[in-house]
């Protein structure tokens, strides 16, 4: 995965948490800490490098779940460089370098929730979950936040805490139009496009923005023969935008699919494996067996059953659906992309997504001399057919050209170049 996409991947997962977190300062418990007995930013050694790599090597290979994925889709069995990743660790001179040189070992990974932690996210990430029930793996947590080598490294106080908290809250991110609607024929077939998933909440004022556009359209085109859903270059953000407001509003009838997820074995995770099950016997998943394959080193899993219940204001849609995808779809879109083609309430058409769309959230660990906090998906998300979804992604009913050639003007939408359309007027057989 390219850093520009990791980048964005990261910066969206980060705006969601400012939407969602930080809407209302005063419901938000801040931790009250000790004083930092020491500010400063520990000088390491190089033998200190090392054994903060050691113990990250050691961390993901006991349970990072995408070695085999990795292996397959890149070419690369990341744990057979060990010698060669350590050998650069132990040319780090300071922090710099060694941050540069770790993050160059986990994008080897090619996984977009894997990385070293910025502040921003590490302040945001503290005060949510530290607002978790007290029984929830999230919470329980927060105590690597605690940490004095992790409250160094990121200047965490009560204070800077609060201040983030105000900060957010206080600010008016402002995103650019982020849905777009239009009719492609009058009267016959319904556009939509939505350029990421923003926190569905109704003191959010971009969701509002979006559901006031979505909402009034929709109204126009409950009627229509088909509404085409367009999320191309949706990176993901909020799965409520489409579980909770979007597909509630649309939909004929409530939609479900079961969805797994496997987890593997150890201290780290004891807090999260202790609801989970144990797994005795592959063969007592309905699941292929290449899918088995890859899940011979999990001990645990859960499964759930993933569901779009109807709204109060639901339309009823009754025409025929179809979803708009490409490769940059990821984390949230890709669970809407990965939802539609198992319920079939939607047909594909596009380039198959980004995958890694099926979980909770990642797991966090610290490194015991810099502090620097990694994070990493805990759990291999399959879906109910036994699709592997970091590994198959999604495959759209249709593969065909994915540029988005759109133009919109004055409430007129120029497709003429955009083959995704094309193919949907060629299915409906309408001009």
């Known amino acids: 995965m390219s850093k520009k996409k990791k980048f964005i991947i990261l910066s969206l997962i980060v705006l969601s948490m400012f939407l969602i977190i930080y809407k209302n300062a005063n419901t938000y418990k801040i931790p009250n800490l000790p004083p930092l007995s020491n500010s400063e930013i520990k000088i390491l050694t190089s033998e200190e490098y090392i054994e903060d790599f050691d113990y990250m090597f050691k961390t993901l290979k006991q349970y990072y779940p995408y070695f085999d994925v990795n292996t397959t889709l890149n070419g690369l069995d990341f744990l057979k460089y060990y010698d060669m990743y350590r050998n650069k660790v132990a040319n780090c001179k300071n922090d710099l370098e060694f941050i540069n040189v770790l993050t160059s070992i986990l994008n080897e990974l090619h996984n977009g929730h894997t990385n070293i932690l910025k502040r921003d996210f590490v302040l945001m990430a503290y005060v949510s979950y530290y607002n978790f029930p007290k029984e929830d793996w999230r919470y329980k947590m927060t105590t690597v936040f605690e940490r004095e080598s992790v409250r160094n490294r990121y200047n965490i106080t009560s204070e800077s805490l609060k ?252 497709y003429e170049n955009d083959q995704c359309i094309k193919k949907v007027l060629e299915l409906e057989n309408v001009e």
């Open 163 to 414: 201040n983030s908290v105000e900060k957010t809250s206080n600010s008016s991110t402002s995103l650019e139009k982020n849905a777009h609607v239009g009719d492609i024929l009058k009267g016959k077939v319904g556009y939509i496009s939505i350029n990421e998933f923003i926190a569905a909440d109704r003191q959010n004022k971009n969701f509002l923005e979006d559901k006031n556009t979505i909402d009034t359209y929709l109204e126009n085109v409950k009627n229509y023969e088909v509404l085409i859903i367009d999320i191309r270059g949706n990176h993901g953000g909020d799965s409520s935008y489409w579980s909770k407001y979007l597909l509630p509003k649309i939909l004929k009838k409530p939609t479900e699919t079961r969805v797994y997820t496997f987890c593997k074995s150890g201290p780290l995770f004891e807090n999260i494996t202790s609801s989970m099950s144990s797994v005795e016997n592959l063969n007592n998943f309905n699941f292929p067996d290449n899918t088995k394959n890859y899940l011979k080193d999990f001990q645990f899993y859960g499964n759930m059953t993933s569901v779009v219940n109807l709204s109060k204001d639901n339309i009823n849609f009754k025409g025929n659906i179809y979803l708009l995808v490409d490769k940059v779809v990821y984390s949230s879109a890709e669970k809407l992309a990965s939802f539609c083609k198992e319920t079939k309430c939607a047909t594909l058409i596009g380039q198959k997504t980004g995958g890694d769309g099926i979980g909770t959230d990642p797991f966090i660990f610290d490194l015991p001399n810099s502090g620097l906090l990694i994070r990493f998906p805990k759990e291999m998300g399959i879906t109910e057919s036994g699709s592997i979804n970091e590994l198959d992604k999604t495959t759209p009913d249709y593969e065909i050209n994915p540029a988005k050639n759109i133009i919109f003007n004055e409430g007129k939408v120029n």
